[in-house]
């Protein structure tokens, strides 16, 4: 059967491909587990600047294991409760991820298979992307994913499509601001792929960590407190060394030291991670 994620890279991107497609990539607990692995590795690796999350088959994911669901009236209130543990913590992982993720969804992405599209800073989309939250029709609701969803759609939307579970297609994904880009291909999909990772290698790589966490935060409060806190935040910018890096670069008319053009030159590429 191989593995349940199998893990490869584009240069500086980690590509985690979802490998279950005959089950649609459910995301059972072995399928959740991988992902989590595969995601720790990748954060791991310095030489892994951003993240893509794909899928085998035809399908992005179907969410949850239907076949697993319909025994949980029957386990222990203790069990049913852990069973999503799994999913919980993969989008714990997603909103503490120090590099850039990428949703490559070339197939229907439905359930929590939207939720961990969603969990994605971007989403690229192929022509037979999907997306639907049919959980009411099957008499749940997609708790867990309003978490990050409620991030990445307008609240009248998201209600809309978890309340009837009706499906849209890459092009309405696009027009809500759920997808980035909607690309012609699955070689078109890669190349915006490769693009998003090509455009990452030019960022400084402390601030991708600290700022996509500080956004998750401001995000979140009132704008008075939001610019308090923003004030603070910036410290760790001012105090770290890529700034000071990277103004010096800007001045000096050379590259700044975490990029493809430093290290092709053989300069220190250091930061102050």
Not at 18 to 31: G, I
Not at 207 to 213: D, F, T
Request: glycine fraction near 8%.
């Amino acid at each position: 059967m191989g593995p349940a994620v199998v893990a490869s890279r584009r240069g500086s991107l980690a590509v985690l491909t979802l490998n279950r497609p005959d089950e649609r990539n459910p995301l059972n607990a072995e399928l959740s587990a991988a992902l989590l692995v595969g995601l720790r590795e990748a954060y791991a690796d310095d030489g892994v600047r951003s993240v893509a999350i794909a899928a085998a088959g035809s399908a992005f994911s179907a969410g949850g294991d239907l076949r697993q669901m319909r025994e949980l009236a029957a386990m222990p209130a203790a069990a049913a409760w852990a069973w999503p543990a799994g999913i919980v913590e993969l989008h714990q992982l997603a909103l503490e991820s120090p590099k850039p993720l990428i949703a490559v969804v070339d197939g229907p992405a439905f359930a929590g298979g939207m939720g961990l599209a969603g969990a994605c800073d971007i989403v690229l989309a192929g022509p037979r992307a999907s997306f639907a939250m049919p959980e009411v029709r099957l008499g749940l609701f997609p708790m867990i994913i309003v978490a990050h969803l409620v991030r990445a759609l307008p609240r009248k939307v998201l209600l809309d499509l978890m309340l009837t579970g009706r499906a849209i297609d890459a092009e309405e994904a696009a027009r809500v601001g759920l997808v980035a880009r909607v690309c012609a291909d699955e070689e078109a999909l890669w190349a915006a792929a490769d693009d998003y990772a090509a455009m990452f290698e030019e960022t400084s790589p402390d601030a991708l960590r600290l700022g996509r966490r500080a956004f998750g935060l401001l995000a979140d409060l009132p704008a008075p407190q939001a610019l308090d806190a923003a004030q603070f935040l910036n410290l760790a910018f001012f105090h770290g060394t890529d700034l000071a890096e990277g103004a010096a670069a800007f001045l000096d008319r050379r590259p700044a030291p975490w990029t493809p053009a430093a290290r092709a030159a053989g300069a220190p590429t250091g930061t102050g991670e």
